[in-house]
């Protein structure tokens, strides 16, 4: 069986190496990871695969920059050339990125399968690329796996049939189990993020990339105003998305040294960040799921999650870009009355073994 594995934005090369580690067990999968180049810096792409402990990628199409439609487009005709040399059964799409779009399109039309991973997530805001890309994704898919219980919900209210909706839990977590271990076995010191942690006994972790909150002036400004006055309580530290940094460049904004601008930092360096933060303040959809694996207060700046189970279960909370919810959740976080939350459903390190499974039963 030959399967190709799409990555191609950040949020996705943690997603595909559980999958990736766990196909090496079977000879029966011949497997090839294609990435797209949807993003490309060494530090948004490459530093993952070393990392990951997953090859390098078989093929490279380079497909970045540009508008939404210019970007889709680059991948599908680079996508649909290397299926019509090097056919594979399956294609396994992740998430909702463009490449994940880009990829079940080509693939749907030269009657090839796909799987989607982490279907059934919906915000219902059409407003954000990732709504369509994954609606789209799930309109055509063959197999969908799902993470939580809404997925499923979703997936048969949109009449998928039931056969093809497993819930398996999440590749994601997999792989943050999987470099926990791999963290706790070499000395802090050996991280550059450890430094920080040493000067600041507590501190909180901020990341901030989607285009409603940092392509607009007034909500980027206003998401700041709330940043400084935390800082005033608690050093925050913010490894910023390329996106973000030219819009605060653009906008002129220039926060004070209590929060620390850094580079993106690899996965292993952002985690030891994270995880002993008093909290993470974030519009990541990753790391609102990631913070409740590992119990770590998290505020949303959304108005909406296609992760409700975050909030049910977890630690997460949306805050939107009011600054008054910002600082009040704040308040409520350092006095130390936040949900503890729990571990949702499957999410149990094993949602890459329940895919392999069923692939090798249902292709
Ligand atoms: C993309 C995904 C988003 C995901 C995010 C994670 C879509 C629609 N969006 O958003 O769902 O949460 O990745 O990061 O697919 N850039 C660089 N270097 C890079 C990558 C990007 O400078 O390595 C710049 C691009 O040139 C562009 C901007 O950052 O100006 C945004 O990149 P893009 O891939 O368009 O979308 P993201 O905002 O990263």
Redo the contacts with the bound molecule.
């Keep these: 069986m030959k399967v190709f594995l799409i990555a191609?934005?950040?949020?996705n090369f943690m997603k595909i190496a559980p999958i990736a580690r766990e196909f090496e067990k079977h000879d029966q999968i011949q497997y090839k990871i294609v990435h797209t180049g949807?993003?490309?810096?060494q530090n948004?792409?490459d530093i993952f695969f070393e990392e990951l402990g997953i090859r390098n990628p078989d093929y490279y199409f380079g497909a970045?920059?540009g508008s939404?439609s210019q970007?889709t487009a680059k991948i599908m005709v680079e996508f649909e050339k290397i299926c019509e040399t090097d056919r594979p059964n399956l294609v396994i799409v992740v998430?909702?990125?463009?490449?994940?779009l880009a990829c079940s399109i080509v693939a749907k039309k030269m009657h090839i399968k796909v799987a989607h991973v982490e279907a059934g997530l919906r915000s219902f805001d059409l407003e954000m690329?990732?709504e369509i890309?994954r609606m789209v994704t799930d309109s055509i898919s063959d197999l969908f796996f799902v993470t939580e219980e809404q997925g499923m919900i979703n997936l048969k209210n949109e009449g998928k049939p039931e056969a093809a909706i497993h819930f398996v839990g999440h590749v994601m977590i997999d792989n943050l189990y999987y470099q926990f271990a791999k963290l706790e076995q070499i000395p802090p010191d050996s991280f550059a993020s450890s430094v920080y942690k040493i000067q600041h006994q507590k501190y909180g972790v901020v990341t901030l990339?989607?285009?409603s909150n940092v392509d607009d002036k007034q909500a980027l400004e206003r998401i700041f105003e709330a940043l400084v006055r935390i800082s005033e309580t608690l050093p925050l530290i913010f490894p910023i998305?390329?996106?973000t940094r030219?819009n605060m460049e653009i906008f002129g904004i220039t926060p004070p040294p209590a929060i620390k601008l850094t580079e993106p930092l690899s996965y292993m360096e952002f985690l030891n960040l994270w995880k002993d933060a008093k909290f993470v303040l974030t519009d990541?959809?990753?790391l609102q799921e990631e913070t409740t694996a590992l119990g770590v207060p998290c505020l949303t700046i959304r108005e909406n999650t296609e992760r409700p189970i975050t909030i049910a279960q977890g630690t997460n909370e949306l805050v939107g870009t009011s600054i008054e919810k910002i600082l009040s959740a704040f308040k409520k976080i350092m006095s130390n009355n936040w949900k503890t939350g729990q571990k949702p459903k499957l999410w149990d390190g094993s949602a890459a073994e329940r895919i392999t499974n069923i692939i090798l039963n249902n292709i």
């Design positions: 191609g934005a950040r949020p949807q993003h490309y810096d948004m792409s970045s920059g939404h970007q998430g909702d990125v463009n490449s994940t690329p990732e890309n990339h989607r285009p998305h390329p996106r030219k990541s959809g990753g």
